[in-house]
């Protein structure tokens, strides 16, 4: 008989208007890493809430090593050595690295009181024993989030947690920082820990994984070996369809430059220059793309474009009008569409309807209010009908849904809709396709690309550099906070393309400074 860490044997889960688990059985080995694969909304998450007892199953069974449960609370899969690292992670930035991890098990003196020197002790030695390398002292509003993730981890082995849960644990990880996890899962297994690992990424599947759960809107189909099922195969698994994983398009007929940054300048939070004497044009009918590791001025630039950070100097021109100095609701209105990095703080807002956030930049139009103000919620509501049918968007209760309630790609699909329907001059996309499943992600480079050829800017921040080769028609390189150097992508080379990122300039980008 099969040793099994864990068994979910046909587990169902409905919340109004989806069923979003329907019947599911998942069984992992001891000491084996499992991946669970599935589309954005497909129920991963909501399977895994319920093992680490955030939800209770309507129906269905659970059992942990041989031994059948009820488990009603996260503190009730604590005591049954499980423990779960969130995709957003749930830590106190204004506490130290080990005041997060000891939360709510704080060890005690004889007199009673907080033995933080033991405890720091403790978390030292964890850290040593699996290579993770955090300081127990340091501040975690001061740490990088690969660092935090490594606090989320320490926090469940401190739990002495034997069954670990991941999240989409990539998602907001720089590719180094995601290499190092690789080698973190490495030794979480020597040291025989069972991972159950949730990723839309099929390369990380291969490189972590033994076996593969796959789930498609609700439902299982099917378990395979890693090793023997290819990315093609799993990818058709989890969407019910071949997918391409290279965007077709016909070559870019950029026109007239619709972007202009002149030698700007903006600041980070701490007073630094986040961008320096950056200058870049992005012109009508192409998609310029921005490739950088995380941390050298991408987020800032966008921002600044958008309006949300001030210019300290230089200028930005939008079709040769001076925007430096405009508000965001009057960039908005002058033709910027904005697809921003942090979806959940600046993209929706959780407890409007769906619709609502649709219209979030447009509900003062005539199509969508009358009467001087008085909006027309059901012309809203068509409106939120007509997107979520064109856009593949995943509501269990169609317009009427919290956005809030929905699954992080298809919040993703709710803020591009908004801003391609808006028909701007210039779009600024900012990660577009972070922690989203392949089907959503062709989705939505098709979505870009069509932009582009309907002679649409299109300025693209990504840190997956495979995303920029795919997409862009140019490519410029950025490292602590200016531009070093941009080539056409039909030339570029990513070993090139990596050095640029690294600091090193272009030949192109020397020969014009020489000028």
């Known amino acids: 008989m099969p040793d099994y860490a864990i068994e979910m044997l046909e587990i169902t889960k409905a919340f109004p208007g989806v069923v979003a688990n329907d019947g599911v059985t998942l069984k992992v080995f001891n000491n084996e890493v499992h991946a669970i694969l599935g589309e954005n909304g497909a129920g991963k998450s909501t399977l895994m809430s319920i093992l680490f007892g ?49 939360l709510g098990k704080e060890p005690r003196t004889k007199t009673g009181d907080m033995d933080l020197k033991s405890a720091e002790k403790r978390v030292a030695e964890l850290s040593a024993r699996y290579g993770l390398d955090v300081d127990p002292k340091a501040k975690v509003e001061t740490i990088s989030v690969g660092m935090q993730q490594r606090v989320e981890i320490l926090k469940i082995l401190y739990r002495n947690a034997e069954i670990l849960i991941f999240d989409e644990p990539t998602a907001v990880l720089r590719p180094q920082e995601i290499d190092e ?254 922690g989203l499943d392949v089907g959503a992600i062709e989705t939505i480079h098709s979505r870009l690309i069509a932009e582009r050829d309907k002679g649409r800017a299109v300025l693209l921040v990504s840190f997956e550099l495979d995303e920029i080769l795919n997409l862009c028609d140019r490519i410029a390189a950025i490292s602590k906070g200016e531009i070093v150097g941009i080539v056409d992508a039909e030339d570029a080379k990513e070993r090139d393309i990596g050095a640029m990122m690294a600091g090193f300039r272009s030949k192109a980008a020397e020969e014009r400074e020489a000028g």
């Open 181 to 434: 996890l690789m080698q973190i899962f490495k030794r979480l297994k020597a040291e025989g820990k069972t991972i159950i690992l949730i990723t839309h990424k099929l390369r990380e599947i291969k490189e972590a994984a033994e076996r593969c759960t796959i789930l498609r809107r609700g439902r299982c189909v099917g378990t395979v070996d890693v090793q023997t099922c290819s990315e093609e195969e799993m990818a058709e698994m989890m969407v019910g369809r071949s997918v391409k994983f290279k965007t077709d398009k016909t070559p870019a007929r950029p026109g007239k430059t619709v972007l202009e940054l002149k030698n700007l300048y903006v600041r980070k939070s701490k007073g630094l220059y986040a961008v320096q004497n950056l200058s870049l044009n992005v012109r009508s009918g192409e998609i310029l793309g921005i490739a950088g590791v995380d941390g050298n001025g991408q987020s800032e630039l966008v921002a600044a474009i958008a309006g949300m950070l001030p210019v300290e100097k230089g200028s930005i021109l939008l079709s040769g009008k001076d925007i430096t100095k405009l508000s965001i609701h009057d960039r908005i209105a002058s033709g910027i569409g904005h697809v921003p990095e942090d979806r959940q703080r600046y993209g929706i807002v959780p407890d409007f309807r769906l619709d609502e956030n649709l219209v979030l930049k447009s509900y003062a139009s005539p199509a969508f209010s009358r009467n001087g103000g008085i909006l027309n919620m059901a012309a809203i509501a068509d409106y939120g009908r007509k997107l979520i049918q064109g856009y593949d968007i995943r509501a269990g209760q169609g317009p009427a849904t919290k956005v809030g309630s929905m699954s992080g790609g298809n919040q993703q699909k709710v803020i591009i809709a908004r801003e391609i329907e808006l028909s701007p001059e210039l779009l600024l996309v900012a990660q577009p396709t972070r």
């Open 54 to 102: 955030l939800y209770d199953a309507d129906s269905g069974s659970i059992r942990v090593r041989g031994r059948e449960v009820r488990i009603r609370d996260p503190n009730q899969a604590t005591e049954l050595g499980i423990g779960m690292v969130h995709q957003h992670f749930k830590l106190v930035h204004n506490y130290t690295v080990t005041e997060n991890i000891i």
